[in-house]
């Protein structure tokens, strides 16, 4: 039973603000019980914003969390952000028939001199040189040598992320629930000397990619629009995880015409 609602709110958008006081008082006036960040654990938390809300929701979370997710859009484009709230009334009583959609996040595992350190991300990691110059890498899929890649960086994107940053960089849509990382190059350099895949490619569940440095190049690695790392590495292991978020939403909601209205 959902009963402990947090509501995380963009305080930077006025309607923002003025959406999520009328549904607080829809909740309380339906035995919603409010509870403020950190004082207990939620059951369900109602984002009020941006499809950064919700990122910036998780990364204050470290990506480890029980409670399931409603997004209400007060944004633009709102692929994650799925409600559009006109009537605050029906929109709670509505909250026990939403339906649950599992979002699995992407891993990432760094190696360094110094440690190994693990991270995760809903939409993408994005990998570049910190130098101003081509990131170049050794890549691995299923520990089988693929390319020696150089461009301006790689994009390792979430089901939910292909359609974020990866779409801009020639990357294809995947449908919820398809149990898979994308790996697309943004710029990858093509020519006699050098052929890079130009292309994403799809590596389905239980298979990681590997980046193993070549010239000690210092990277930067940027998780969810928040950069993470900059400096050396040794190896970076990434893969599709195993770990997940809920997030609640509407049956009428279809991905198809979300397709159609956010991005044709």
Not at 67 to 93: H, P, R, W
Not at 136 to 147: I, R
Not at 156 to 175: E, L, R, Y
Request: proline share 3%; aromatic share 10%; charged share 25%.
């Amino acid at each position: 039973m959902l009963k402990n609602v947090q509501m995380y709110v963009n305080n930077t958008k006025r309607n923002a603000l003025d959406l999520s006081m009328k549904v607080r008082q829809e909740l309380i006036s339906s035995g919603y019980k409010i509870i403020e960040d950190g004082v207990q654990i939620p059951d369900l938390v109602i984002g009020f914003g941006g499809d950064g809300t919700l990122l910036k929701w998780l990364s204050s979370r470290d990506y480890d969390t029980t409670a399931k997710y409603i997004g209400v859009n007060c944004g633009t484009l709102g692929f994650m952000q799925d409600f559009k709230v006109t009537d605050a009334k029906e929109f709670v009583s509505n909250i026990p028939n939403y339906v649950e959609q599992k979002l699995n996040f992407v891993y990432l595992e760094l190696v360094t001199e110094e440690k190994i350190s693990k991270h995760y991300a809903l939409n993408e990691f994005d990998i570049l040189s910190s130098e101003d110059k081509t990131f170049k890498t050794n890549v691995k899929v299923a520990d089988e040598f693929l390319e020696n890649f150089a461009g301006t960086g790689l994009i390792f994107c979430s089901p939910t992320g292909s359609t974020a940053h990866n779409i801009s960089s020639i990357g294809s849509v995947m449908f919820p629930g398809v149990e898979a990382m994308q790996m697309t190059p943004s710029e990858a350099i093509v020519n006699r000397r050098l052929r890079c895949l130009p292309k994403s490619i799809c590596v389905p569940k239980g298979i990681s990619v590997t980046l193993t440095s070549i010239n000690n190049d210092k990277i930067k690695i940027i998780a969810d629009g928040k950069k993470i790392y900059d400096g050396e590495y040794i190896k970076i292991r990434i893969r599709y995880s195993n770990s997940y978020m809920i997030k609640l939403t509407d049956r009428k909601h279809s991905f198809v015409q979300t397709v159609k209205e956010k991005l044709i």
